[in-house]
C-alpha cells in the first residue's frame, strides 16, 4: 500500500467531500491559512495561477459561491469567465455536455460547477478530456467547497474538530450543505447530531453516522456548534414536507431560548441566504455567537486553497 503524500491531494477533481481524506481535508485547510494571510496584505493578489483560464459555470443563482470563487481566482491571479445560463445558448436548447465541451475547447484549465442536477460536476468529469473540475454545489448531494469553509471557520473559532458536538437543524433531505458538512466533521472526528421534521430527514442518514433527533433541544443539548440550515423550498418540488412556515419556525427555528441549551461559548452557523424568523432569529443571526459573516470571509482563502491545489499551483512566489 502506498502512503499518501501530506502535500498535495490524491484527487483530479472536487467532486465531493465523501471521496476526499482527513488528511487531504487536513491540508485544503492549512492551506487555507497561509492563504488568509495573503488576504490579509495591501495587494491581495500572488501569481500562483497566472495563465490559467477557469471558467465559473453556473446553472443555479448564487451570490456567496460565485463572487468567492471569481475573488479567489483573480487574487490567485487566474484569468476567469463567468457563464450564467441567461444570455448563454442553453435558452436555445444546448445541453451541459455541450456547453462545456464548447468551454474547453478554448483551453479552459478549470471548471468551476453549479447545478441544480445531483451528479452534474461527476458527469463533467467524465466528459471533459483535460480541465479540472470542482463542484460549487449539485442538487441535493454534495457542497464540498462550503463544508471546507465551515471546517475551517469551527477551526478558527474552536480549535481542534476531534471531540466537538455539531448540531445541524432543519431540512436535511435537500441540503447539499448538510452532506458535506457531515462528510466532512466525521471524518475529522466531530460528532453529529441532526434534527428536522421527519418529512425532512433521508431514512439511510444514520448510515453516514450521525444522531437522529426530532426534538430541537435534544440535538441541541451540549453542542459546541449550532448549525441552521436553509429551507429549501425550490428543491421541494410543490410538495408539503410541513404543516406551514410558521410552525417549522415555532418546531425548528433557532432563537435564544433555544440556544441557552448548547455549551456557554456554542457558536451559530448558517450557510446563507438566510430566511430571518423562520430557520433562524435575528437576534441570534446578528449576536455575539454567529459566525456567519465569519463563514463568508473564509470562503475566499478555501477556494483559493482548493482552486491551487488542484491546478498545481507550483512553487508558491508570494511577490
Ligand atoms: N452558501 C451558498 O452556497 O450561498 P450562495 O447560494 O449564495 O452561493
Not at 60 to 87: H, M, P, V, W, Y
Amino acid at each position: 500500500m502506498t502512503e499518501e503524500n501530506p502535500y498535495q491531494l490524491n484527487h483530479r477533481h472536487l467532486l465531493g467531500l465523501e471521496d476526499y481524506s482527513r488528511q487531504e481535508i487536513r491540508l485544503i485547510l492549512d492551506t487555507a491559512d497561509s492563504f488568509k494571510e495573503v488576504i490579509q496584505r495591501p495587494i491581495r493578489k500572488v501569481p500562483a495561477l497566472r495563465g490559467k483560464n477557469i471558467v465559473n459555470l453556473f446553472f443555479e443563482s448564487s451570490t456567496r459561491t460565485r463572487l468567492s470563487f471569481e475573488l479567489a481566482e483573480k487574487q490567485l491571479s487566474a484569468d476567469t469567465l463567468n457563464f450564467t445560463t441567461s444570455g448563454s445558448s442553453v435558452s436555445k436548447g444546448e445541453t451541459l455536455s455541450d456547453t462545456a465541451r464548447n468551454i474547453e475547447a478554448m483551453q479552459v484549465d478549470c471548471v468551476v460547477v453549479r447545478h441544480s442536477a445531483a451528479g452534474a460536476p461527476l458527469f463533467l468529469s467524465q466528459c471533459l478530456s483535460n480541465a479540472v473540475i470542482i463542484n460549487a454545489g449539485d442538487g441535493a448531494h454534495e457542497h464540498p467547497t462550503q463544508g471546507l469553509l465551515d471546517l475551517l471557520t469551527i477551526r478558527d473559532t474552536l480549535g481542534d474538530i476531534e471531540g466537538l458536538r455539531v448540531a445541524i437543524i432543519g431540512d436535511i433531505a435537500h441540503s447539499r450543505v448538510a452532506r458535506s458538512n457531515i462528510w466532512g466533521l466525521c471524518k475529522m472526528g466531530a460528532e453529529v447530531a441532526i434534527c428536522g421534521p421527519p418529512t425532512m430527514i433521508p431514512i439511510d442518514i444514520e448510515d453516514m453516522g450521525v444522531e437522529v433527533h426530532y426534538h430541537v433541544e435534544d440535538a441541541i443539548r451540549d453542542a459546541d456548534v449550532v448549525y441552521a440550515l436553509r429551507i429549501q423550498l425550490e428543491r421541494q418540488q410543490g410538495v408539503g414536507l410541513f404543516p406551514s412556515i410558521r410552525e417549522y419556525a415555532r418546531l425548528f427555528g433557532i432563537n435564544t431560548e433555544r440556544m441557552s441549551h448548547a455549551k456557554p461559548g456554542a457558536i451559530v452557523m448558517h450557510p446563507g441566504p438566510i430566511n430571518r424568523g423562520v430557520e433562524l432569529d435575528s437576534d441570534v443571526a446578528d449576536g455575539k455567537r454567529s459566525v456567519i459573516l465569519d463563514q463568508v470571509t473564509n470562503g475566499v482563502a478555501v477556494r483559493m486553497a482548493v482552486l491551487y491545489l488542484l491546478n498545481g499551483g507550483g512553487e508558491r512566489d508570494d511577490g
